[in-house]
């Protein structure tokens, strides 16, 4: 009895210790904080995918350590959050993919959402194989399983590499997401090119179910042909082929004419609440210049999972490696608050 | 011979029952095992033997242990020590197969709650037995049914468990356990659960069968009356130990103790002691020949009222005279022979009291009490049916 | 504000992690063989249900649920499948049967043992509590993901996924069972010297049936209330039809789709539970 109570009080004494310790740190934190005046506080939209939550939290770095705002992200569908956004519950979204939402292009036209810029413009997206699929991997010991392998319309000379286990006999190509406008547009061009005969367009249910199969795929160095799109961690970690399709032309764009062409290089840009860029003409200013490209978030979403970083060091990460693009975007005290709270 | 011999059983719940076992020896009670340990003494170095055909009760109140003590004889409780010899043959040392053979074929079980199988029919419950055995469907089909017969439930092969009442489901309890034509029977209080109407009927019907069967029957109950009633010898168990083990007259006649003089204070004696119980050996008989006058010295030294007049070499009981009589003799100069009565009574041995107070109401003499060969062995007086009695 | 001290941070989903890795690539061909079984048997259940004809299977409920329940729900269950049928939903209906079965066979086939042997075993028992609790409560994404890395996508992981959120009940259920058959009826299986088998054969597994069948419906409950979770990872059927539903919010196919799901439980609810009370003997 007398010795459990002597070891009892000694981890009661390093307990209370570990909390005094870590109370006062955090408390001299809050000090710091209290200095700022009171401003509005930015909420982003997370729509689940990765690069935008990167942009949220590059933007929420600059926003809270060069201006002093608070921010908050707030989950949610694309479509819901597009939904609170006009309502002006989320006052930021990172990245708007036009060409594949168009409740949000219907939303713009009625200045229901302001749209500042683009984020960035030169992403891809369309039917992707594993490069050791055609050049094969001599580390990993996979033979190039598919060597003529380029085009979309290729594609039915290799039907017999990816059989659909649910369907004997038939091949299967991964689609994306339902309610995608891509997943409508991939199944439509399949049809075009005659994919349909020998392959199932199966819609995979949610983005994270997508990106497993392809990793399972992936790391297992079996055959995968499916829909993705850059710039995502896959494809800033993975070796990833887009299958080639004609050029794009606007005029083959069309459901008429099955959007016989590759997709364009899609337009995504940043878009705020109205009332919320009528009160905070600083960020929209900083919004406006937020400029990146598909290969810089594809590297920082790479960084993220080779080194196993959370979202925010990912972000840290970009904005110590991008100094120079960064700097473009804020006054110069700005500049040196976000330097200094790098350190 | 003895069908089963139990020695120094002893039963112990708990982790580490062999470490208690010694306390035991060393005469611990149970309470006091109880306090220091946790663990419960079942029953403490029992040792009893039933003999072929006998119905043997062990009679406790709730507590006593007699639970364990018959749940030991098919070892669904595995004792703690001590042997349990059937037939000679040790089952404490069975292995799995052997103690499944030996349930199989000579011993079968009927449960207070009567322990059927709610799920299957009256008929296919009493089949159970037969088909843990690997009997055809055929075969224990047509001696269940035959048992049921045996058992007054002809006709009600095909119902529902759910369906019959308390009394007859146990009855299908008890042909559950005939089917399977056992030599030993255990009943764990098998009528407690029925209403007393119907447990004095099942009474009859297993005296009836057991008169019949003479299978050897260890019966366990808590009532005094039906112990009593049933049983051929009794045990009286108490805290895990025998107190007494007799027949119920000897119980009755002689308790081992004030327990046991407590417990068969309430019983209804008239049911149970039979004349050969309160009759008085002591007598003074002589032959019809003797003359009055030595008669009266007789009786005079063994200050009695009465002799029983026998004939010599029968040993059968001729009359009765009173010392008036002999001394009416002695005046009138006449012989034993002419004054002796002969509307006596008599009685067999083991006619139960209750009838005899009856008889005794319509005679002013003692009763004589007879055994099988009609020999005259004691007596009994009305003073002696009133002691007996309280 | 109190902050956990960081010193204390130890990455366990990072074990976790590589372990599914690890499993991906050297097990292939076990989760293979293990993918190959399940798709056997529900492309089977899939061929037998499209090559009834619709008009058998209305039959066919319909006479079950008058005999079981009486003419009225029979009835009442005959509108809602033709219903169902009527907004479009026959295929869909199809698909999702199969698989909610699917995954109930296989509960059953895992859960009555398992349930039996905790029964018997206290310390089985122990062990498989918090698991069963985890397979309850761990959110279902957590282990989809790695069931797609297993399996791939599809319909095993969803068969997967139903299967681990609807195995609990069967197994508590059973080893609740057999624990509750009365001891007496225990104590005569072996006085007369049944085996332990034998016990639990004749006695012990019949005596528990009646609760074991209560299992079998809310096992089947719960595979169905999972149908939406499995379509997100590519399984098709009525919970892929309310994900298109809801992130088009086309509420006109999200409620008919949705209502196709309700009306399927309420059938398939009402029919196991009441084969589950015919089941019962006192």
Redesign the interface.
């Known amino acids: 009895m007398k010795k459990f109570n002597k070891r009892f009080f000694l981890f009661f004494l390093v307990l209370s210790l570990i909390l005094v310790v870590t109370a006062c740190s955090s408390g001299i934190e809050a000090d710091k904080e209290v200095v700022e005046v009171e401003k509005d506080t930015v909420i982003f939209g997370d729509a689940g995918w990765d690069s935008i939550r990167l942009h949220n939290a590059i933007a929420g770095f600059i926003l809270e350590n060069g201006y002093g705002y608070e921010t908050e992200i707030m989950p949610g569908s694309s479509i819901n959050l597009l939904e609170g956004m006009i309502s002006g519950d989320i006052n930021v979204m990172m990245e708007m993919w036009q060409d594949n939402f168009i409740a949000y292009k219907k939303s713009r036209e009625i200045g229901e959402v302001i749209e500042l810029g683009t984020n960035f413009d030169d992403n891809a997206q369309g039917l992707y194989v594993p490069r050791y699929l055609i050049e094969g991997d001599a580390e990993r010991g996979i033979k190039a399983l598919a060597p003529d392998l380029k085009t979309v319309e290729d594609l039915k000379k290799y039907a017999n590499l990816f059989p659909d286990a649910e369907d004997p006999g038939r091949a299967i190509i991964y689609n994306g997401p339902p309610s995608w406008e891509a997943t409508t547009i991939i199944d439509i061009k399949s049809e075009f090119y005659g994919l349909t005969e020998d392959y199932n367009i199966v819609g995979t249910g949610t983005s994270a179910a997508l990106a497993a199969s392809l990793s399972a795929a992936y790391v297992k160095g079996e055959p995968w042909v499916g829909y993705y799109w850059e710039p995502t961690w896959i494809s800033g970690k993975y070796d990833l082929v887009l299958l080639e399709e004609a050029p794009f032309d606007e005029s083959l764009w069309t459901e008429e004419e099955s959007y016989a062409c590759e997709f364009k290089s899609s337009d995504v840009t940043i878009a705020v609440n109205p009332e919320f860029a009528d009160r905070n003409p600083e960020v929209i200013e900083f919004l406006t210049n937020y400029t990146t490209s598909s290969l810089l978030t594809a590297q920082a979403l790479a960084y993220m999972q080779e080194n196993d970083a959370s979202i925010d060091e990912a972000a840290k990460w970009f904005i110590g490696e991008n100094e120079d693009l960064w700097k473009n975007w804020v006054p110069e005290d700005v500049y040196s608050k976000v330097m200094a709270a790098l350190e | 011979m003895s069908k089963i011999r139990v020695e120094n059983l002893t039963k112990i719940f708990g982790k580490h029952p062999k470490k208690i076992l010694q306390n035991v020896e060393k005469g611990m009670t149970r309470e006091e095992i109880f306090k220091m340990t946790g663990q419960t003494v079942g029953i403490s170095k029992v040792n009893f033997s039933v003999n072929e055909g006998e119905t043997f009760v062990i009679m406790g109140l709730s507590g006593s242990g007699k639970s364990t003590l018959i749940r030991c004889l098919n070892l669904l409780n595995k004792p703690t020590a001590g042997k349990i010899f059937v037939d000679d043959e040790n089952i404490i040392d069975y292995d799995k197969k052997e103690l499944r053979e030996f349930r199989r074929n000579k011993i079968a079980m009927v449960f207070q709650h009567f322990g059927l199988f709610s799920h299957k029919t009256v008929i296919e419950n009493v089949e159970f037995g037969l088909e843990v055995k690997g009997l055809s469907k055929e075969e224990r089909y047509d001696i269940s049914k035959e048992t049921l017969q045996a058992v007054g439930l002809k006709g009600w092969e095909n119902f529902r468990i759910s369906e019959l009442s308390g009394g007859m489901k146990q009855r299908v309890g008890l042909a559950r356990a005939l089917a399977n034509d056992p030599e030993i029977i255990l009943m764990d209080e098998p009528f407690s659960a029925l209403d007393p109407l119907i447990r004095r009927d099942m009474h009859s019907e297993l005296l009836d069968l057991q008169s019949k069967m003479k299978k050897t029957i260890v019966f366990i109950t808590h009532d005094v009356n039906e112990a009593f009633k049933l049983g051929d010898r009794v045990a009286v168990l108490k805290d895990g130990e025998i107190v007494q083990i007799d027949t119920p007259e000897e119980i009755i006649e002689n308790p081992a103790n004030d327990y046991i003089k407590n417990f068969v204070r309430d019983i209804d004696r008239s049911r149970i002691l039979k004349a050969e119980n309160v009759m008085k050996k002591a007598a003074i008989k002589f032959g019809k020949a003797l003359q009055p006058k030595i008669a009266i010295t007789l009786l005079e030294e063994a200050d009695v009222d009465y002799g029983f007049i026998i004939q010599r070499e029968t040993s059968k009981l001729e009359g009765i005279i009173t010392i008036d009589d002999l001394a009416l003799a002695v005046k009138q100069k006449k012989t034993i022979e002419e004054l002796m009565h002969s509307d006596y009574k008599a009685v067999h041995k083991d006619v139960y009291i209750k009838e005899i107070i009856e008889i005794a109401l319509d005679t002013k003499y003692p009763i004589a009490v007879l055994n099988d060969n009609e020999e005259f062995i004691g007596r009994i007086h009305r003073g002696t049916l009133l002691k007996a009695l309280i | ?5 960081q010193i204390f941070e130890f ?1 366990i989903g ?1 074990v976790v992690e590589s372990f599914v ?1 690890w499993l ?2 050297n097990y ?1 061909g076990f989760f293979d063989s293990i ?2 079984g399940i ?1 056997f048997v ?2 089977k259940m899939q061929m037998i249900f499209e090559w009834i004809p619709w008009f058998v299977i209305i039959g066919i409920v319909f006479l079950v649920g008058w005999k079981v329940k009486g003419l009225k729900s029979g009835i009442a269950y005959t509108i809602m499948l033709f219903l169902i049928g009527v907004m479009g939903y026959w295929d869909q209906m199809i698909m999702t049967i199969s698989i909610v079965l699917a995954a109930v066979i296989i509960s059953l086939v895992l859960g009555i043992p398992l349930g039996i042997i905790s029964a018997y075993k206290k310390r089985v028992d122990i062990i498989l509590r918090p698991m069963l609790d985890a397979m309850q409560t761990m959110p279902s ?1 957590v282990y ?2 790695p069931a ?3 399996f ?5 992981p969803a068969v997967f996924a139903t299967t681990i959120y609807s195995l609990p009940p069967v197994i508590r259920l059973t080893t609740l069972a057999i624990n509750s058959v ?1 001891k ?2 225990k ?9 332990p088998l ?1 016990t639990l054969i ?2 012990e597994i ?2 528990a ?1 009646p609760t074991i069948m209560t299992g079998v419906n809310q096992t089947t409950m719960m595979a169905m209330a999972m149908v939406v979770v499995a ?5 098709k059927g009525l919970g ?1 039809s309310v ?2 539903a ?4 086309d509420i006109a196919m999200g409620f008919e789709s949705g209502l196709s799901i309700v009306f399927l439980a309420i059938i398939i609810d009402r029919l196991t539970q009441s084969i589950g009370t015919k089941y019962k ?2």
Do not use: C
Request: cysteine-free; hydrophobic content about 45%.
């Open positions: 504000m109190f902050e956990f001290p990455k990072k890795e991906t690539i292939a993918k190959t798709l529900l492309l994404f989809l993901i797609i890395m297993l791939g996508l599809g319909m095993v009365s007496e009826m104590e005569a299986s072996q006085s007369f010297g049944a085996t034998q004749k006695v019949p005596q049936l379509s997100m990872i590519g399984s892929y994900l298109i809801i992130n088009r919010t003997y006192d």
